[in-house]
């Protein structure tokens, strides 16, 4: 079955540490994003992909990080340096082109940091 | 400063309502509108809106968007247990790559 792929769905860290966040796709979506959602908001574009080795900020980008060196993946690091990274963590992706609205979206990872 | 505003925050309905979800919007360079229903985890595709005027259908929902007005309704009829969800609003830009999400509406529909 094609569709989106993120691991882990709960993750537990400790102030200060660095962790990645996976998101792998099988849709042959050239498009990624990183999204984060927080209670009683909407979700905020931390960064997107258009093309494998190429990604831009989004609104939220300060104190995260991310590669894009194959076509089906794009981790997200979350840094040391992010003020309030507890927070619920979505990928996705799409098409690029004429039908790149629709945006299809994994299933999440939940991060905790204390 | 783009944003996206979604009415009402939440909902409670009976089974065999209808409800009217809005959408209102201050995007630069937009695209299309979009809908999507977030059930646990990951949002779904509703529907997409790019001109004024033009009904959206799926079964028992429904949208339009109002390009002058900057603003967008949903339409849920004879509501179901199953329609409980936060419906989320999104503008795509131009480009077809950002998109800003609005804080969503949380419909929960009793029995």
């Known amino acids: 079955d094609g569709g989106i792929t993120q691991s882990p769905k709960y993750l537990f860290r400790k102030e200060g540490q660095n962790v990645t966040l996976s998101c792998e796709q099988n849709?042959?979506?050239?498009?990624m994003y990183w999204y984060r959602q927080d209670p009683g908001q909407g979700l905020r574009l931390i960064y997107y992909?258009?093309?494998?080795?190429?990604?831009q900020k989004g609104d939220i980008a300060e104190g995260y990080s991310v590669s894009r060196e194959k076509k089906e993946s794009f981790p997200l690091t979350v840094t040391s340096a992010q003020k309030n990274p507890t927070a619920f963590y979505l990928c996705?992706?799409?098409?690029?082109?004429?039908?790149?609205?629709?945006?299809?979206f994994g299933p999440g990872t939940r991060l905790t940091v204390t | 400063e783009d944003k996206v505003v979604q009415s009402p925050l939440s909902l409670v309905v009976h089974e065999g309502d209808t409800v009217t979800l809005n959408c209102s919007y201050e995007?630069?360079?937009?695209?299309?509108l979009l809908w999507y229903k977030q059930e646990k985890k990951a949002p779904t595709f509703l529907f997409m809106l790019t001109s004024s005027g033009i009904e959206k259908k799926s079964g028992r929902l429904s949208s339009i968007l109002d390009k002058k007005e900057l603003f967008s309704i949903l339409n849920i009829t004879a509501t179901q247990t199953g329609d409980s969800a936060v419906y989320l609003c999104?503008?795509?830009?131009?480009?077809?790559?950002?998109?800003?999400f609005g804080a969503g509406t949380r419909l929960f529909v009793k029995a």
């Open positions: 999104a503008v795509l830009h131009t480009g077809g790559f950002k998109t800003i």
């Open positions: 996705a992706s799409s098409n690029t082109g004429p039908s790149s609205y629709e945006q299809y």
């Open positions: 995007v630069t360079n937009f695209r299309s």
């Open positions: 992909s258009q093309i494998v080795n190429d990604f």
């Open positions: 849709l042959n979506h050239d498009a």
